[in-house]
């Protein structure tokens, strides 16, 4: 998230207003849905305005972890004193590696944070591509632990492809990071907050896109089936499909922001957070639970 988009989220902490509509749809901008999967909303937990308003994952290891959570409030000082003060919507690899993606206002880097299994947190900077956006709103490592996805904010092609930092054996915190390769999307997304793996080749991605035309619905949730899981090597295709609106319920009316995505494997349970709009950002915003079928 850019930080215009930063600033619009630490406005909706104080208050802010607009409300959108519901529809479910299909890859088409307003045709009916034909998506191959339906996910119906099994519950909700309230999500906290300071510390659970960015993004989520669960975690295999160590055994009986917490799912965690990011806002303004998880941020460490040490980190966001050096300019690194917005974080995204996290993810953990299944050998236990957690990565948190960061951002700052200006530059032309950003930032993954990376705890390893026995607690130790290392830093690992990706000097800015050409034409590439600065902000860094979230990261998806594949099942195989060795690649992650991220994505920029606004209306985009494309998803980026980095060898997972302090997994992949090509990866040091004293050196760049790279972007390894590219997925390309046969469908434009916009404003996406979130992604997590929920097989080999497919993600799962929350879109906080304000504007309804790309999928004829605000607020969607997308799959994204690859081509091929990604290897570093090679750029893979994505074929996009929107699979329903998010929930946008409140005591109060206006804006709601889509916020991080998790796919636990485990349970089958997908979370997804979504901020309430002005007031209510502090007494109803949700993390929605929902279940395949």
């Known amino acids: 998230m850019p930080a215009l988009a930063r600033q619009r989220c630490h406005t909706v902490l104080a208050g802010l207003v607009t409300l959108a509509t519901a529809a479910v749809v299909s890859l088409g901008a307003s045709a009916p849905a034909s998506a191959a999967e339906t996910w119906s909303e099994t519950g909700s937990d309230r999500a906290e305005p300071l510390t659970e308003s960015q993004g989520l ?43 948190e993606p960061y951002q700052r206002d200006s530059g032309n880097s ?34 195989d632990g060795q690649w992650m996805l991220a994505g920029e904010w606004g209306t985009m092609n494309r998803l980026l492809v980095f060898p997972t930092p ?10 760049n990071l790279p972007q390894a390769s590219t997925v390309n999307l046969d469908h ?4 996406i907050q979130g992604c997590d793996f929920s097989g080999p080749t497919t993600l799962l991605c929350s879109s906080d896109d304000p504007d309804g035309s790309l999928f004829g619905v605000t607020k969607p949730l997308l799959r994204i ?8 090597t090679a750029d893979v295709s994505g074929h996009v499909t929107a699979l329903r609106q998010l ?8 804006t709601f922001e889509t916020e ?6 485990r349970s089958g349970i997908l979370r997804v957070i979504v901020m309430s709009p002005g007031f209510c950002v502090l007494t109803d915003s949700k993390t929605y639970k929902f279940s395949r079928g």
């Open 247 to 254: 929930p946008l319920r409140s005591s109060c009316s206006g």
């Open 225 to 232: 089936d690859l081509s091929a899981a990604p290897n570093g």
């Open 188 to 191: 434009a997304v916009r404003d």
């Open 166 to 175: 302090g997994v992949n054996p090509a990866t040091s915190p004293s050196a």
């Open 110 to 143: 950003k930032m993954f944070r990376v705890q390893a299994p026995g607690g130790a947190w290392s830093e690992y900077v990706h000097t800015l591509s050409a034409g590439e956006a600065l902000n860094n709103s979230w990261d998806a490592i594949s099942p």
């Open 260 to 265: 991080g995505i998790d796919y636990d494997r």
């Open 57 to 99: 994952t669960s975690v295999e290891i160590p055994a009986n972890s917490p799912n965690h959570y990011t806002g303004i409030g998880t941020i460490p000082f040490g980190v966001s004193s050096r300019g690194w003060n917005h974080v995204g919507d996290p993810d953990a690899s299944y050998n236990g590696y957690y990565i």
